[in-house]
């Protein structure tokens, strides 16, 4: 019962948390554009995600005619309940729980989040948001790839399963100095999973119309929106986990703090891939490079 509400705690925190990085990535691109960001509601704008949260839930919903209802409505429930399921993967870094098979788990519920996509973008049958979703699948497939070889380089090192185990033999030196390559690929790789620019095509809102969710509005929309910022976070936590030395009291926060603020200074300075590029970058970079990476990690070991 006590780890039940301790993650309950924690999927709380995450969704407040979420709240608060709209409103941190808002004032931090306002700055980079020399303007003030949300200043009006609350003290410098701080009650911004909470007016912005009840302006989306109230609005009116509207479902497309020949849409599939059912799957329709349901598409972004499952979107947000896989975000906010991979952070089952870190209570084992806590201690509420013990989970050997933990980097297992990270890959399996990883691999669902495409159908949420796919889902979307056809159940809502409209051309516009299919096009999107074929894209945003094609991309995130893509970059599943890198990242389970940059985990299994790490796996390899590390000799186990369990994320806590992982971060024990970064006690003396962090895997980024030892891997800086594999750092920067997992970094990339994170931003084209979270559809984040430069690599928002799925999303992308200049040629696209907003993409897969074109046809979303009010909730369906919120919680679309809510799925992708828990989805940075827990991205953010990992890339600290993982390249940053693992869990210490003291920094973890701010090492994680420091990789969103990344996540945004790259939306605020980067132009968007040409979408060819990106793939390239993919298969024909990033694929040779992690299994050279896991090649060299084993003869290490």
Same mark, same amino acid.
């Given at each position: 019962m006590a780890n039940l509400i301790s993650s309950l705690v924690i999927v709380i925190t995450v969704l407040v948390s979420v709240a608060f990085l709209t409103l941190f990535e808002r004032k931090l691109l306002g700055y980079i554009q020399i303007r003030k960001?949300?200043?009006?509601?609350?003290f410098m704008g701080q009650l911004q995600p909470f007016a912005d949260a009840v302006k989306l839930f109230s609005k009116e919903q509207n479902n497309p005619l020949l849409a599939n209802y059912l799957v329709f409505l349901i598409s972004p429930i499952f979107s947000l309940f896989i975000a906010v399921f991979l952070w089952v993967v870190l209570p084992s870094v806590f201690n509420l +729980?013990?989970?050997?098979?933990?980097i297992l788990l990270f890959l399996c519920i990883t691999s669902l989040s495409v159908y949420s996509?796919?889902?979307s973008g056809w159940s809502s049958n409209s051309k516009y948001p299919l096009l999107g979703a074929l894209r945003g699948i094609a991309q995130t497939i893509s970059y599943e790839v890198s990242l389970a070889l940059i985990i299994l380089s790490f796996m390899v090192i590390s000799q186990s399963f369990d994320w806590v185990k992982a971060g024990v033999y970064q006690e003396h030196c962090w895997f980024i100095f030892i891997m800086p390559p594999l750092a920067?690929? +997992? /970094?990339t790789s994170s931003l084209a999973e979270t559809n984040r620019t430069p690599f928002d095509f799925a999303e992308g809102e200049s040629e696209l119309v907003s993409g897969f969710n074109t046809e979303y509005s009010s909730g369906g929309f919120a919680?679309?929106?809510l799925a992708e910022y828990t989805s940075i976070i827990f991205m953010s936590m990992l890339f600290a986990h993982i390249f940053l030395g693992g869990?210490?009291?003291? +920094?973890?926060p701010l090492k994680?703090? /420091?990789i969103i603020y990344m996540f945004v200074w790259v939306r605020g300075t980067l132009p968007r891939f040409r979408y060819d590029k990106l793939m390239s970058?993919? +298969?024909?970079?990033f694929l040779p490079v992690s299994i050279n990476f896991l090649i060299f990690s084993s003869m290490m070991v």
């Open positions: 960001g949300p200043n009006k509601v609350g +729980w013990n989970m050997e098979m933990g996509i796919l889902v920067l690929m +997992w /970094f919680l679309i929106m869990v210490d009291s003291s +920094w973890y994680m703090a /420091f970058l993919a +298969w024909k970079s």
